[in-house]
């Protein structure tokens, strides 16, 4: 059994995913169960695996925003749902959910947190059974005071990224979105 060493993830994986089978030192091909126990394997999947990668790098960007969004108390989902309603007014749930990326059960949950805090309100729509979820005039007010510490996180990670404000890896997230939408 060889020494085990502090994983180590590479920053930059292959262009293609590996089709061959992991192979063991004496050259023979390991069956999936003995696959999923090498080191190599796992190494291989934490430098490979998109949504690993993708959750790892949005766990570090939500910090990030948190950090910034600390005075005001409020969470970097949170603005982005708040930012979500304002720009589509009053909206029935399930039509916020599918741009905000959320079954509508997390979107309940984090909308109810929003009403306790006072910066939404929820509503029966004109159909009674559809449930409307729009900001209210404190709502908006959190807005007016968090845009200037979001732009200037926004501004201070687009520079980080030294690429074209980000616009790159916008799209490619756009790209991602649409290739993971089942």
């Known amino acids: 059994m060889r020494d085990l060493e502090e994983p180590r993830y590479e920053t930059q994986a292959p262009a293609t995913l590996p089709l061959q089978a992991t192979v063991d030192r004496e050259g023979e091909a390991l069956g999936w169960e003995d696959e999923l126990t090498s080191l190599d394997t796992a190494l291989q999947v934490g430098s490979l695996c998109f949504c690993f990668n993708l959750r790892r790098a949005a766990r570090r960007v939500t910090q990030l925003y948190n950090e910034a969004f600390r005075p005001l108390d409020l969470q970097a989902t949170q603005y982005s749902l708040l930012m979500a309603l304002r720009a589509m007014g009053p909206v029935p749930m399930q039509e916020l959910a599918e741009p905000v990326g959320m079954d509508r059960t997390t979107l309940s949950r984090n909308v ?71």
């Open 112 to 182: 109810g947190v929003l009403c306790k805090r006072g910066w939404t309100r929820v509503q029966p729509g004109d159909d009674r059974r559809v449930r409307e979820i729009s900001l209210t005039d404190s709502g908006r007010d959190i807005l007016r005071r968090a845009y200037p510490l979001w732009r200037e996180t926004q501004v201070a990670l687009a520079a980080r990224l030294g690429t074209d404000n980000g616009q790159p890896l916008l799209a490619e997230l756009d790209s991602i979105v649409a290739a993971a939408t089942v």
